[in-house]
């Protein structure tokens, strides 16, 4: 009898945990005590055409004010390069271009408020000193125009990530944009991985087919990861990743951050970040748009099939011309950890979510690179 009690106490009390509801207050303490890293912002696409990151505005999703406001403690800015420059043989001008907006116009523009980073390390000592760390991955990998020689100069300007295709096929690896050339990874393309791995670079898998994700998995030496995908048994689309995939992934160490483009949320978006980048003024409006709460129906399909070791943030803020009500921009992921919170993870679980599972990706990838 003494037992029976026992458990219906415990039971009553576990049953009082789970319906803790947290007020704005309590959720916004535990927000700013997290580090949360975004693993893909795409707002270079216009500070490389003179936009001003210090001034508030309506026509992007991020500024520095509102970086502040959402506690952004680390961002990957994307060196975004699209197909039409490799068409025109100017990938690499267009990826240097890039790579300048990032260290000029927004690192050394704003010193009090980034540090330009490159390392886990450099990421946890940028928060200490207050600051937000500037970090940068290439998006598309036609932007090393077949040379091994680009790639490590890249490296060498900052780079720390390279997504291996975008939408479109490259001459080494195949995109889940295009119809298969290559069957995955070329000779070329596996050549292109190892010396990734070698230089400490992350394998960034979003936006491959398939076959080319499972090429790399068999290839890298270090954990991949996706730095901006969602999950495909929750919306269908060709840019997310299978329950397979993502369980493959975790089993390699790897990570995926989710995107919160409405489409790549929820299937009922009418909406395509996939047609282009198109200016605020000319973005179609959906008819359906994904919200909050699909962003965390997300993470959590991903904690039950993998693991909450195993999946992050990957915003594409900027890059997406849908976004989900209740986290319209950089300001707003302070709700995102109330829901979280509301649906019974804990701190911890969050503060993995946020930063400490891509951390231990970066430094794995860090820790194979060395001879």
Partial sequence: MFRYVLTLLACASLLGAQKKTY??????????????????NDVTSETVKGLDLSKPGKATHTDIP????????????????????????????RTLEMIDTVKRDIAARFPNDFVFAGTADQIVAA??????????GIEGGHAIEDSLRLLRTYHDLGIRYMTLTHSNNNSWADSSGSQPEHHGLTAFGRQVVAEMNRLGMLVDISHVSDKTFWDVLEVSKAPPFASHSSCRAISDIARNMSDEMI????????????????????PKSAESSELGRLPPAARPKTKVRATLADIVEHIDHVVKIAGVDYVGIGSDFDGVTCVPVGLEDVSQFPNLTKALLNKGYSAGDIGKIYSGNLLRVMRAAERAAKP
């Fill in 23 to 40: 007020t704005d207050a309590e959720a916004l303490q535990i927000h700013n005590s997290l580090l949360l890293i975004d693993t893909h």
């Fill in 247 to 266: 369980q493959a992934l975790a089993k390699k160490g790897g990570v995926i951050q989710i995107n919160f483009g409405c489409e790549f949320l929820n």
């Fill in 127 to 136: 928060r200490k000193q207050g600051k937000m760390a500037a970090l940068m």
């Fill in 66 to 93: 509102r970086l502040k406001r959402g506690n952004v403690g680390a961002t990957f800015f994307a060196v975004y390069v699209a197909a039409a420059y490799a068409k025109k043989q100017q990938a690499a001008h």
